[in-house]
Nanobody, 125 residues
Framework: QVQLVESGGGSVQAGGSLRLSCAASKLSVSPYCMAWFRQAPGKEREGVSAFHTSKRSGYSDSVKGRFTISRDLAKNTLYLQMNDLRPEDTAMYYC???????????????????WGQGTQVTVSS
């Protein structure tokens, strides 16, 4: 059974940075589609960024230019570098994995069956 464990969340002021990590076990991050999602209280889960098996990456418009997704194959870990954080970035952030996702559905939560427990990010103004 795939296991995903997120870490790196915390509380920062607007304009600050955080790096989230997602350690994967019982799967290799290389051939999988790996994604970051977030969910704020009272809102739907939102796709933030993802790696496709084609090695292309995608970002939501709300984070493009501020967040960067990366992965360390040796550590089997997915990262999300978040810069210039804003109060509206406050949410629980989740890592997700799936063997294959259609490119057009890369940031759709229904495309993924394996999820981590989440890590909280809070940005104050």
């Amino acid at each position: 059974q795939v296991q995903l464990v997120e870490s790196g969340g915390g509380s920062v002021q607007a304009g600050g940075s955080l790096r989230l990590s997602c350690a994967a076990s019982k799967l290799s991050v290389s051939p999988y589609c790996m994604a970051w999602f977030r969910q704020a209280p009272g809102k739907e889960r939102e796709g933030v960024s993802a790696f496709h098996t084609s090695k292309r990456s995608g970002y939501s418009d709300s984070v493009k230019g501020r967040f960067t997704i990366s992965r360390d194959l040796a550590k089997n870990t997915l990262y999300l570098q978040m810069n210039d954080l804003r109060p509206e970035d406050t949410a629980m952030y989740y890592c997700a994995a799936e063997k294959w996702v259609t490119w057009s559905l890369l940031l759709e939560s229904d495309s993924y069956n394996s999820w981590g427990q989440g890590t909280q990010v809070t940005v104050s103004s």
